[in-house]
Structure formats: C-alpha cells, structure tokens
Nanobody, 116 residues
Framework: QVHLVESGGGLVQAGGSLKLSCAAS????????MSWYRQAPGKQRELVAS???????GYGDPVKGRFTISRDNAKNTVYLQMNSLKPDDTAVYYC??????????WGQGTQVTVSS
C-alpha cells in the first residue's frame, strides 16, 4: 500500500508561480515512477510531468519550459514547481505512484486556480 498526500494548491494570478508537493508513505520502496496529472472541468485527465526512481523526467507539451518536477528521496516527496501560470493551467492536480507490481496509486488531488 502507498498513500499519497498532495498539498500546495491555491489561487494565483496569471504569470505567478506555485509549488505542489506530494508526500508518499507506506511501501515507498515499490515506487518506480511518480507522476503529476491534472483534470480541468469537462476535460480528460492529462499527464503533466513524471520522474523515475533514477531521476529521468518527462513533461507534457503544454507545460514544457514552465513546470519542473523534482523529488526528495529522503522525504519521499515529489514536487511540481509551476511558473508562468496561465488560466488554462486551472485544474485539480493529482499525484500518481507507479509501483513495480500492481495497480498505481493516486492522491486525493489539490486545486490550482489561475485567474486572468
């Protein structure tokens, strides 16, 4: 079992920044990949960024150059630094943990709202 708790969401003006955190607990040694997804009202959930246990990162096209994913292994925490935020970034942001065997785990989500 892996338990994920996101934090750091909120309301920010366009052009501003936010940093999201995802703290993992439980069987964290089984995690091979951590990802951030987001879902806006009426839209499908989409991949924002991912980071492997080895530190390899990947980003969705809409956030490349603006968002940075990182991890602190000592704290079992993954971060998403979001800069130059746009109203289109408004969504619920979810943390996802991919494990070696079994279904992935999801956090409860944190709301990010970017005002124009």
């Amino acid at each position: 079992q892996v338990h994920l708790v996101e934090s750091g969401g909120g309301l920010v003006q366009a052009g501003g920044s936010l940093k999201l955190s995802c703290a993992a607990s439980g069987s964290t040694l089984s995690i091979i990949l951590m990802s951030w997804y987001r879902q806006a009202p009426g839209k499908q959930r989409e991949l924002v960024a991912s980071i492997s246990s080895g530190g390899t990162t990947g980003y969705g096209d809409p956030v490349k150059g603006r968002f940075t994913i990182s991890r602190d292994n000592a704290k079992n925490t993954v971060y998403l630094q979001m800069n130059s935020l746009k109203p289109d970034d408004t969504a619920v942001y979810y943390c996802k943990a991919h494990i070696l065997r079994g279904d992935p785990y999801w956090g409860q989500g944190t709301q990010v709202t970017v005002s124009s």
